[in-house]
């Protein structure tokens, strides 16, 4: 099984709404990743876990919440989101942190914030 | 952040050419990947290259690194319409980060 998993695929949401997205991989990769995506732009770097523990922190907001639960599941919590906060969002594992191997992305959430 | 650079910023080419697609980084690199990504879904990986190498092939794709020079290039060859996709490469500082480029748009008309 080399694949990453996230749902849901899409996501509309108002301004006051909490929702959640769900990111699951079954490789035994012990890096996961978030990254949001505007249109027409490269991926950006929004967090890392490694052995599920957070080691970055690009500067995200608070409204933006993860969470590793266990080494398979990655989650981000939302809360209270802008309408410019739609976007792709990626989730992705890789082998291990630090060691620049392959990261492994799934199709991603695309979410709309109304 | 942004680390790398690329150039054309989008491509068009018949069926059977080859594309060329160039990356351009600011520093010291562990690897340098290229990643394919269609119509705005998930990204997939196409070949990593460590910066104690200069070229690398897969399949149809090779790539070169010119670490003296920063920059890295993407050759598509006999390309083939599911060949239309951004590509990206991204930069590996063995830091938790990959940062990516901005992308280039290729399109492969029948």
């Known amino acids: 099984d080399t694949e990453v998993t996230q749902t849901p695929k899409h996501l509309v949401m108002g301004m006051t709404n909490k929702k959640s997205l769900k990111c699951e991989q079954h490789?035994?990769?012990?890096?996961m990743y978030w990254y949001k995506q505007k249109a027409k732009k490269p991926p950006e770097l929004m967090f890392v876990?490694?052995?599920?523990?957070?080691?970055i922190n690009e500067s995200v907001p608070s409204r933006f919440s993860p969470e590793c639960p266990n080494s398979s599941l990655l989650n981000l919590h939302l809360h209270a989101l802008q309408p410019e906060d739609s976007a792709l969002y990626l989730c992705?594992?890789?082998?291990?942190?630090?060691?620049?191997?392959?990261?492994?992305f799934g199709q991603g959430t695309r979410l709309t914030v109304v | 952040s942004q680390q790398g650079e690329e150039d054309p910023q989008a491509l068009s080419i018949q069926e059977g050419e080859n594309a060329t697609m160039n990356c351009s980084y600011k520093?010291?690199?562990?690897?340098l990947q290229w990643y394919r990504q269609n119509s705005g879904r998930g990204l997939v990986h196409l070949i990593l290259?460590?910066?104690?190498?200069r070229e690398k092939h897969s399949g149809r794709l090779r790539v070169t690194l010119d670490t003296s020079k920063k920059s890295s290039s993407l050759l598509i060859t006999a390309s083939r319409a599911a060949d239309t996709a951004s590509y990206f490469c991204?930069?590996?500082?063995?830091?938790?980060?990959?940062?990516f480029g901005a992308g280039t748009t290729v399109t492969v008309r029948a």
């Open positions: 991204a930069t590996d500082k063995n830091d938790y980060k990959l940062s």
């Open positions: 876990y490694s052995y599920e523990k957070l080691s």
């Open positions: 520093t010291s690199i562990n690897n």
């Open positions: 992705a594992s890789s082998l291990r942190p630090g060691t620049g191997t392959e990261a492994f």
């Open positions: 290259i460590r910066s104690n190498e």
């Open positions: 490789m035994g990769h012990r890096a």
